[in-house]
């Protein structure tokens, strides 16, 4: 069954890994997603399980109590995870984030603090950019962070953070204008901010308020929420790195590996859309032989088969780019771009070769309709790839006049 998605070149330790987390997931996450989905409940007994399997740490140095594993090896576990269930893989991807940040920019003491609690998922993370009047346009956030004697006041409202509520531990990104005088571009007077709190709703902590779940058409389970803080005040050693001004680049080095992620979540729900869909197609009727033998239904199943090798591969090429140390937001960008895209295709043509019953809740298909669309908008929409990717393409192919 697992002819398609292969990956070349990967050690023992990881087809060890992938082959723990693919039993996993085909025993204990595909038998219960659509009902938990259903209900929007939150997958606890799911989430104590990766816990166990030290998923939560697959990226944290070892000397931290983490796997020391590179961002393939979590990339290939995400998309086995999104074959499950797409929710699942974003609880774990903004903790994954948050300590990515953290072991790259965090100061010794912040790593001490924060990185043997998240390996072992007693720290859960959450990371924050977006605010109600902006999207992608991160340079325009309003959110303050003000220089108070020994610490800063935070005041601001934040917009859809996975894992809002279940959360311990958010970067929040703000202003801060502390040594940055009038007229200094926006990206460089931002920092990220590390907001401890108690997970659940309402005031989780003095000058922070988690409000409810945001109801959502698809991506249930995990909760997506708001963030404001009024009057929050935060120690300056929870600043980023210990230095103001550097949050706007800490970011988006957390959101260029965020969007290996993604990709591998595009992947993910790709194969299970495929999967479910070439198992029906055998299994359906129509003018006396099963729909697969259907020359229309075949075109179909090679079309949906070749997307999701090719979104694979680009999600591999651009996690391995990462890993060599190399700049790679031009793969990361590309690789998000048609995986998502392409995600939305699969699963499209695999709803229509279920008919009728593709409509229907009973039906596996009609959770991966839903769920497809957030990977369109997650870490940058389609647009906002394209424009990284076309100046990336100009950078490398300048014109030599």
């Known amino acids: 069954m697992a002819r398609l998605a292969q990956t070349a070149g990967l050690t023992d330790v990881q087809r060890e890994i992938l082959s723990t987390v693919r039993d996993f997931v085909d025993k204990e996450i595909i038998p219960v997603a659509t009902q938990l989905e259903h209900r929007d409940e939150y997958p606890a007994e799911i989430v104590e399980g990766l816990k166990e399997l030290g998923l939560f740490g697959l990226m944290i140095p070892e000397e931290y109590g983490g796997l020391g594993e590179s961002l393939l090896t979590y990339a290939l576990c995400v998309e086995e995870i999104a074959r499950g269930w797409m929710s699942v893989s974003g609880i774990i991807n903004t903790h994954f984030i948050v300590a990515y940040m953290l072991k790259q920019h965090g100061t010794q003491e912040q790593k001490d603090t924060f990185l043997p609690r998240m390996a072992l998922g007693e720290v859960r993370g959450a990371f924050s950019m977006s605010e109600p009047a902006l999207g992608s346009d991160v340079a325009a956030i309003t959110s303050k962070g003000v220089r108070d004697g020994d610490g800063y006041v935070l005041n601001g409202q934040k917009m859809w953070l996975t894992n809002g509520g279940t959360s311990t531990l958010v970067a929040v990104l703000c202003r801060s204008d502390e040594g940055h005088p009038e007229g200094t571009a926006p990206h460089k007077s931002m920092t990220t901010f590390l907001v401890e709190k108690e997970p659940g709703f309402g005031e989780v902590r003095p000058g922070l308020t988690i409000p409810g779940k945001i109801d959502k058409m698809g991506y249930k389970g995990v909760d997506t929420t708001e963030l404001i803080m009024d009057g929050l005040h935060i120690p300056a050693n929870r600043v980023l790195g210990g230095t103001t001004g550097r949050g706007f ?134 647009e906002i790839q394209k424009m990284i990717i076309g100046r990336r393409l100009l950078e490398e192919y300048r014109f030599q006049g």
């Open 249 to 382: 680049y800490q970011m988006m080095d957390g959101v260029e590996v965020g969007r290996v992620n993604v990709a591998a979540r595009g992947c993910g729900v790709a194969q299970r859309a495929f999967e479910l869909g070439v198992s029906y197609a055998q299994q359906r009727h129509t003018f006396g032989k099963p729909i697969a033998q259907h020359q229309a239904i075949q075109f179909k199943l090679a079309e949906m088969a070749t997307k999701v090798e090719a979104a694979h591969a680009m999600m591999v090429n651009a996690a391995r780019k990462k890993d060599s140390g190399e700049r790679n937001d031009l793969e990361a960008g590309m690789a998000k771009y048609l995986a998502s895209e392409y995600c939305k295709e699969v699963v499209e043509d695999a709803f229509r070769i279920h008919g009728g019953y593709g409509f229907s809740k009973e039906y596996e298909i009609e959770r991966l309709y839903r769920e497809a669309p957030m990977l369109l908008i997650g870490e940058g929409t389609a």
